[in-house]
Each structure stands twice: as C-alpha cells, then as structure tokens.
C-alpha cells in the first residue's frame, strides 16, 4: 500500500519470505511469476499510480533530498541519477512483474487482480484499503510491508498523499461549506479520518495502528505558484526524454 507502510499483499507473498532489500523482493517476485502469478497488480490508464512507483524507487535509488530537489526543479530529469532509477524499474517491467495491459486499468479496475490472487501486492495509498476489505480481503488477508531498500546506505523515506478540502469563491451555499469543512477539522471529524485508516491533522487525534507520529514526518518542500508556472515545461520535458 502506498502510504507510511509501503506496499499492501495478500498471503500469496507472505510465505516466500523477508521482503527487506531490492534483491528480496525481486527473488520474492521471480518465486510468484514462477507459480503462474504477478508480483504485482498496476492500473496506469492514469499516469499518476505509475508517479508512485517512481517516487519510491527515486527514493530508495538516490535518497530523500535528491528526490525532494528533483521535485523541485533542482536536478534534471535525464541526470545518471534519475537513469538509474529508471534502470532499476526496467528491472522489474523485463521480468514481468506487474500485470498485463495495465495501461487499460484504473486503480481501482486494477484491484480484482490482488482480491483474486492473480497478483501479489499493490503500491497504493490508504484509500484502496476499504474497496479491498469490501472484496473479501480482511485482516488475515490483508498486510502492508515497506518499500525494501535499494541502496543500504540510502535512508530509508516515505511518500504518501495529502487530501485537502477547499471552497470554491462561487460556492452557492459558502455558509453550508464552512460548516462541512468545520466538522472536517473539528475531533469528531478527525476521528472518523482516522477510523477510515487516514492519518488525522488534529494533534489531540491518535493515528491509526502502524503510522508514524506526526512529528516524525517530514514533508517535502512544495511551491505550488513554481509548480503551476513550470508545469508545460515539465510535461514537455518528460514526454521528450520519455515519451507520451
């Protein structure tokens, strides 16, 4: 599962192993494909599952402040850094670990493959916990183990998403949206977030089981103007060192 814990399985990979080093996990994956199965299931008909992927093996190739500072404009795309962590993601696409036609799926069209066993695991965030439970795969089913390391001397860091809420400036009702976003942000609020399995902002709410303290995570620079400025360029970039 995408998130603080890395990747969620069901109990096809728990047998093959400790899942801790790249190496591990692709012995692991080569032990599935030998059965008849994926080592994972993938839904890319929306690029951005495939950004998750990157973001991991990004950080795990060449660690968090690299990947934060290509974030930000500071590092090329086509960098020997960035072509590594590519070359360690061809090393899993020659193998076949991940489905068929994935470019097909959505994230959640890709889901069927894990509850039927057909692939091992999913990188995903906390959101596709719910849709997996109502499957069938409940907590005897269902675990979450860590990105394994790339590089043992590459420290170990976390992606996971931020949902925000917002009222738009022609709301029809703004009163009626300030009370929704009020309840959002008050404890009764926060507690069902983290009931849902998502990590709560209000500090008098514990984070679910299996999530770091909030004052252990550090988020990574973001500016939004920049981001918004550049974003042409940046696609255009990328589609020409990678296509589109």
Known sequence: MRG???HGYD????PLGETRTFAEMKANCQAILDSGKKCFTIGTKFLWTAGG???YLNMRTNGYQFH???MAGEHKWDSPEVRQTFANWRELLDM???IDNHTSYSWQESLPFMVSGDAAAILKGNFAVAPLREAGLDDDKLDFYQFPAIDEDVEM???APTDTFHIPAGAENPEAAKAFVDFLISADGQQLAADM???PAHPDIAPPAGFPAREDITLMPFDPAKALADERDNKERFIELFGG
């Open 197 to 199: 399995g998502y990590l």
């Open 96 to 98: 076949g670990a991940f």
């Open 53 to 55: 992927w990157f973001d």
């Open 68 to 70: 934060a500072d290509l």
């Open 11 to 14: 109990p096809i990979f728990e």
């Open 157 to 159: 860091a976390e992606d």
């Open 4 to 6: 603080e814990t890395g």
